[in-house]
């Protein structure tokens, strides 16, 4: 049997990072990463390629090239975990074991969950953000919407980003103003509020007043039938069926923990891969650790929080190697870059509670030009140096501001 002393699945965002910097900590270590893609993508700013702001080609590097030299990258998909015999098998049958595992696999989209959308996604004004292949798409939509109904959605479970829905809203929206395009846009949520955190809700249900843009609470898609032009919705409580006509849709699918993850012993009862909130290491298997999207941690699923993510990770994997126990504690950071229009963001940071705590003194719910060539431009670069091993500054504190909300000018 093939063994490594750490075995990472997932050869994503989290992955990396806690392979490179755990090799640029510890040369010696026999680390293995467990991915089937050859490629690697910084999903962060699909958003702007949807906007029509940034190019698709930078998005993607080979897996090759961003896979630490020293690691070994066994080119596969995990099946299952066997944690109790400290081994995963791979789709191929064959096993894996380890000392240590860390499991950073991700989180699915769902897309079949909502009826007729694989079928007309990519096509009769459908698209999605969410893939690699689609967000050009999201572009070309905008581009050539002539006026109509423009429909965002948001599901009913958790997701990546969770401002990632609304931040394609705006850019549209602000195309659409800039270019006088007669629109009727609606954010069509599953939700009731704009953003899980109050403090920056409200001052985005003052970007969604600027532009006149409707949010519809409750609102949870559940089939589409591109060649109509027609999205049903289930509404309110009793979840009464609603079609709408559209001229566009922006369609976030559905999301849950991997099916492989959900059906293992290391999942909590919702399917998570149940680790600590604050040390990521495993409730039951104490070699065990997890970050990023697919584990349980009640932070907002982001890039940003896989780099606060790596920082304790890391230093608490090497305590145990070493026969400690882990010291570092994840406090629940997230950062969404809110992009309110093509030029200007919305800088939302929090920890858990809901707890603000911004990189920078200024008034957080204020969007600014900086922050917007921070999104196109910082933000890439230490994305692209956090998988390799070095997550860059960490500014972020609790800090106080005044209850009123400061004029808002997307
Ligand atoms: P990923 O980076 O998704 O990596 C998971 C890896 O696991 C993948 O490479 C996958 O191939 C691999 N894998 C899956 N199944 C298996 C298996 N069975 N065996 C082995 N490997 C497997 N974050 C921000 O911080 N800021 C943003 O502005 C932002 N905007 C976003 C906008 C969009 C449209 C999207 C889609 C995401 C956005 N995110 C943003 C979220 C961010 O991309 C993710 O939170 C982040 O990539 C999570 O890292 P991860 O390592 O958990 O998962």
């Known amino acids: 049997q093939r063994k490594h002393q750490i075995v990472i699945v997932g050869g994503g965002a989290g992955g990396l990072s806690v392979?490179?910097?755990?090799?640029?900590?510890?040369p010696g270590l026999d680390i293995a990463v467990i991915e089937p893609s050859e490629s690697h993508y910084y999903q962060p700013a699909w958003t702007l390629v949807g906007g029509?702001?940034?190019?698709?080609?930078?998005?993607?590097?080979?897996?090759a090239d961003c896979m630490p030299r020293q690691a070994h990258w066994i080119k596969q998909r995990v099946a299952t975990f066997e944690p109790d015999h400290n081994q995963v098998t791979l789709e191929d049958g064959s096993t894996v074991g380890y000392d240590y595992l860390v499991t950073a696999a991700g989180?699915?989209?769902?897309?079949?969950?909502?009826?007729?959308?694989?079928?007309?996604?990519?096509?009769?004004?459908?698209?999605?953000n969410y893939s690699f292949e689609l967000a050009p798409y999201t572009w070309e939509c905008i581009?050539?919407?002539?006026?109509?109904?423009?429909?965002?959605?948001?599901?009913?479970?958790?997701?990546k980003c969770a401002g990632a829905p609304q931040k394609i809203l705006y850019l549209a929206a602000d195309?659409?103003?800039?270019?006088?395009?007669?629109?009727?846009?609606?954010?069509?949520?599953?939700?009731?509020?704009?953003?899980?955190?109050?403090?920056?809700s409200e001052a985005l249900d003052q970007v969604m007043a600027y532009y006149g843009a409707a949010p519809d609470y409750k609102h949870n898609l559940v089939a589409v039938d591109g060649p109509h032009k027609k999205a049903i919705f289930e509404v309110g409580d009793d979840k009464k069926r609603v079609a709408v006509d559209f001229d566009?849709?922006?369609?976030?699918?559905?999301?849950?923990?991997?099916?492989?993850?959900k059906?293992?012993?290391?999942?909590?009862?919702?399917?998570?891969?149940?680790?600590?909130a604050g040390t990521l290491r495993h409730d039951k298997y104490a070699n065990v650790f997890g970050l990023g999207d697919c584990t349980s941690t009640p932070n907002s699923k982001t890039a940003a929080a896989v780099r606060a993510q790596s920082r304790v990770l890391v230093p608490n994997l090497l305590a145990v190697i070493d026969g400690e126990e882990p010291a570092q504690v994840y406090d629940g950071y997230a950062s969404c870059p809110l992009t309110t229009s093509k030029g200007k963001?919305?800088?939302?940071?929090?920890?858990?509670?809901g707890k603000i705590t911004p990189s920078f003194p200024a008034d957080p719910r204020v969007p600014r030009r900086t922050y917007w060539w921070m999104k196109t431009t910082l933000l890439p670069k230490m994305y692209w140096d956090m998988v390799q091993g070095r997550p860059g500054p960490d500014w972020h504190a609790e800090r106080e501001f005044p209850k009123a909300l400061p004029a808002i000018q997307p």
């Open 345 to 353: 963001m919305m800088l939302a940071e929090f920890v858990y509670g």
């Open 143 to 159: 581009r050539n919407f002539r006026g109509g109904k423009a429909l965002f959605t948001y599901p009913a479970t958790p997701i």
């Open 19 to 26: 392979a490179s910097a755990a090799l640029n900590q510890r």
């Open 175 to 200: 195309h659409f103003r800039r270019n006088g395009i007669k629109a009727d846009v609606h954010f069509c949520t599953a939700g009731n509020a704009m953003f899980g955190v109050p403090f920056y």
């Open 263 to 276: 059906t293992s012993p290391l999942a909590n009862e919702a399917g998570w891969v149940a680790v600590n």
């Open 107 to 128: 989180i699915q989209l769902d897309w079949g969950k909502i009826e007729g959308l694989e079928a007309t996604l990519g096509k009769n004004g459908v698209t999605s």
């Open 52 to 63: 029509g702001a940034y190019d698709i080609d930078a998005t993607q590097r080979a897996e």
């Open 248 to 261: 566009m849709i922006h369609v976030v699918p559905p999301q849950s923990p991997p099916d492989f993850i």
